[in-house]
């Protein structure tokens, strides 16, 4: 266990472990929120009807979920049109969303299996349970925030067999900076954040449209489009992020040719295999995103783009 936390540690990552206790604690804070508006069906449907909140029947002697921080930088995608280069951010934890907690799973079993632990991942909203496991503070905008990584994480948990220490679970609970701070809520292009409360109106979020098909509702303005995927507007703009802010890791540039493939070519299949591996290189289109969505965000983008030079 001491050798575990140390690796823990010199990886620069930050971690709880709690009972497992507490899996119906998690569902019910999910559930009571449906009936009461906050959770519109879609937004449900969309990020947690795929929850799990029983304990694997294939584990049964699992007793903790162990809680994983690791911190995340911002990436950008550049491209070309006219002679112009473009340049958008990626916001964190986009990037590697998925080979990262399987790299630290591996990682972990290889100190926790000869002594006879193992962990297995889960399936739970895990922002909501890294707040009750004290890693974490929700701010306005719903984004949690690590006291040192700010928002620029990835929240990971993975059910394990190490025994937890005594019982640990807080209250939800909003970074005592968010209440007399309305930085998010100034800056969010869509009126999603509420002044009141950390449970933002999540249909009216420009993250929940970009990441879907389909075109734009009409409502939303061209001004709003700010990144490739996602927002970063309440997060670049949020006072706890001062020194994280500017932390951008990889960069990947597509030419004139490969930008005007990539926004004309119907099927991510019929592009060529060089500018296949580079928009693969972004790592998005192994979750939830599809490459037609990237097409959409990325005309619009450049829509506005064109839009400000003509002005």
């Known amino acids: ?77 550049s491209f070309k049109t006219n ?3 473009h340049t958008f951010t990626i916001p964190p934890t986009y990037q590697h969303y998925y080979s990262i907690p399987h790299q630290i799973e591996k990682t972990f079993s290889k100190i926790l299996n000869p002594i006879g632990y193992r962990i297995v991942k889960t399936r739970l ?5 890294s707040v ?20 620029f994480f990835q929240i990971i948990s993975y059910y394990s067999n190490i025994p937890p220490p005594s019982d640990v679970w807080f209250e939800l609970r909003m970074l005592e900076q968010c209440k007399n701070c309305i930085a998010c809520f100034n800056v969010c292009p869509t009126r999603a954040i509420n002044k009141n409360r950390s449970i933002i ?13 389909g075109e ?6 061209l001004e709003a489009h700010n990144s490739l995927i996602g927002c970063m507007l309440c997060q670049q703009f949020c006072p706890e992020n001062k020194k994280v802010k500017n932390w951008i890791d990889e960069k990947i540039e597509f030419d004139q040719i490969e930008t005007e493939n990539f926004l004309n070519t119907h099927s991510f299949n019929k592009l060529p295999k060089i500018l296949q ?9 192994d979750t939830h995103i599809e490459f037609q969505n990237l097409q959409r965000n990325l005309q619009v983008l450049l829509s506005k783009n064109k839009k400000h030079k003509n002005s």
């Open 1 to 77: 266990m001491d050798k575990l936390l140390l690796e823990i540690k010199r990886l620069g990552y930050d971690a709880r472990i709690i009972p497992i206790d507490h899996l119906n604690d998690i569902k019910k804070d999910i559930e009571k929120h449906c009936p009461e508006g906050e959770l519109r069906e879609e937004v449900y449907c969309r990020y947690l009807s795929s929850m799990q909140f029983n304990k694997p029947k294939d584990f049964p002697d699992a007793c903790s979920i162990i809680v994983v921080a690791v911190p995340r930088p911002q990436s950008q995608a």
């Open 83 to 85: 002679h112009r280069k």
């Open 125 to 129: 909203p895990e922002k909501l349970l």
């Open 132 to 151: 009750h496991a004290g890693l974490t503070y929700y701010g306005r905008n719903n984004i949690c925030y690590h006291s040192k990584f700010g928002s």
């Open 201 to 213: 109106n999540a249909e009216k979020c420009l993250t929940f449209f970009n990441e879907n098909s």
């Open 216 to 221: 734009f509702p009409e409502w939303i303005n």
């Open 277 to 285: 591996d580079k928009i693969i290189k972004l790592d998005l289109l």
